[in-house]
């Protein structure tokens, strides 16, 4: 019987890491790996510290103490609060991905759905105006917006487009590591599912690793290989997800998984 | 005959934090190998922990206490100790599992859900499909149904799509919880098949099989489990 494969490495390598707002409001004592083409989602209540972790991860927000290193595509690695500024900047624009729960934050609403998703690849150096269009008509259709609308502007686009449309502006530098805060909060029902059908399948096909904050356990069963269930600040168990769902552990997890409405 | 699987002096205990702590002990002190080419058949009463075991097998559920070592020609892998991420790899490489109800994902075809655990060995499409339209077929599954999710099939229709994604990857390790509950049977047979090929390339399989009859074609090693019990 031969022995399976795993990646060795991982993209991204948590350790130590504490950011707090006062007591126990924010993260701390917080690691974790994440390897390649895995999906890991953070869970937990308001106020539990999800996206306090994820701000810190996308380099938005230096943590009080600890590392946060990444594999880089060049194969070095990276500390992104030792790195300079300009080398952090690099790797946001276009190893990262950040997927904003409201799309209005992650969009630029006084550009066209083009130019949105153009920005990134202009950011890092192309500059050729018909070869940026077709990439943005190729990303429109991937997430099933009609490309016929790359002129109009975001605010044209309902929620759920919106979403998509940033998905897309995300996706365009092809990321290693997508970072995505409850990308279907606020959606009705039929637009989350079909935003959850982009999100599998976008996984799937380029490989992407992605760390999810989602309070919705539904959600988490459907993208998530593991999960981290966060409580006030701290993580209180990890695992993978089937198991934290059907055997949680921790008198928390327990809690959170029972009170999870089916309809 | 290669032994795939040892299971050394496993213990399974669930603690109920949310109803006064009560403990509830499922599996006490277990000790039992699988070997290449073998079917052990569980028995023992409803209750027994029969499927916690397979569950504790697939790293659905954690084990309290003891080991279950998979050797591999470069050794021996421990699922009661490893990281998840090695129960991830060794769920799309080696160990496969039919469990006793189909969870369904929304909206994805029958066929796709078929053919999901070759894609994820990296198999190609088109080879994936012609494999799971063989399968299907076997386990008379219309075509008409093949492209439609099997959120509206019969509870037999949609044991039979997870009896067809068990078993269209070569696992050299394959659980099966209850796979003819709801068949009749014609299927039953086409399922006595599987496991017997199954068999013949070197497969450990361990399962719970209520018909007594299958039980019988199939099963090399019986074991009681309430004699196991806490």
């Known amino acids: 019987m031969k022995i399976p494969s795993v990646e060795a490495e991982p993209l991204l390598h948590v350790e130590g890491v504490n950011k707090l707002y006062g007591i126990n409001r924010g993260c701390q004592e917080i690691d974790f790996n994440l390897y390649a083409g895995e999906v890991l989602g953070i869970v937990g209540e308001s106020g539990s510290g999800k996206s306090t972790l994820l701000n810190c991860l996308s380099g938005d927000v230096p943590p009080d103490c600890g590392q946060i290193v990444v594999a880089s595509s060049v194969g070095d690695k990276v500390d992104l609060y030792q790195a300079s500024e300009s080398r952090r900047r690099l790797l946001m624009r276009s190893e990262f991905g950040i997927v904003k729960q409201n799309p209005r934050d992650g969009l630029r609403l006084q550009v066209s759905a083009g130019a949105n998703i153009g920005e990134r690849l202009m950011a890092i150096g192309e500059r050729h105006y018909s070869r940026l269009r077709d990439v943005g008509i190729d990303w429109m259709s991937q997430v099933e917006l009609d490309p016929e609308r790359i002129d109009d502007f975001p605010e044209t686009f309902s929620g759920g487009m919106q979403q998509r449309l940033q998905i897309a502006r995300v996706l365009v530098t092809q990321p290693r590591l997508v970072l995505m805060d409850e990308p279907t909060g606020g959606l009705d029902v039929s637009v989350q599912a079909k935003l959850l059908d982009l999100i599998r399948s976008l996984v799937s096909e380029l490989n992407l690793s992605v760390v999810m904050v989602t309070h919705d356990l539904a959600v988490a069963r459907l993208l998530c290989h593991r999960l981290i269930v966060m409580k006030k600040s701290r993580i209180v168990e990890t695992g993978l997800t089937d198991q934290i769902l059907d055997d949680p552990q921790h008198s928390y997890t327990q809690l959170l998984v029972s009170s999870v409405l089916t309809p | ?230």
């Open chain 2, 1 to 230: 005959m290669t032994t795939r699987v040892t299971i050394t002096n496993l213990h399974k205990r669930f603690l109920m934090h949310l109803q006064g702590a009560v403990q509830l002990s499922v599996l006490s002190g277990l000790s039992l190998t699988m070997k290449a080419g073998q079917c052990t058949v569980l028995a023992g009463p409803s209750g027994m922990g029969k499927s916690s075991l397979l569950k504790c097998l697939y790293g659905n559920y954690v084990i309290t206490q003891g080991h279950i070592y998979l050797h591999f020609d470069q050794g021996d892998i421990d699922i009661a100790t490893c990281e998840p991420r090695w129960i991830h790899s060794l769920r799309t490489q080696t160990i496969g599992y039919v469990s006793q109800f189909l969870r369904i994902v929304p909206r994805v075809p029958a066929i796709d859900i078929v053919m999901e655990p070759l894609i994820n060995q990296g198999v190609d499409a088109s080879i994936a499909k012609e494999k799971a339209a063989i399968l299907l077929q076997r386990l008379h599954i219309p075509q008409s149904l093949w492209q439609l999710s099997p959120t509206t099939f019969s509870g037999g229709e949609q044991q039979r799509i997870n009896i067809a994604r068990g078993f269209i990857a070569d696992f050299p390790v394959l659980l099966l919880d209850e796979p003819t509950a709801s068949l009749d049977a014609n299927n039953r047979l086409v399922v006595v098949e599987l496991i017997q090929e199954a068999k013949q390339r070197g497969a450990a399989l361990m399962g719970i099989f209520h018909d007594e009859e299958v039980r019988d074609c199939v099963a090399d090693v019986i074991i009681d489990l309430s004699e196991y019990a806490a």
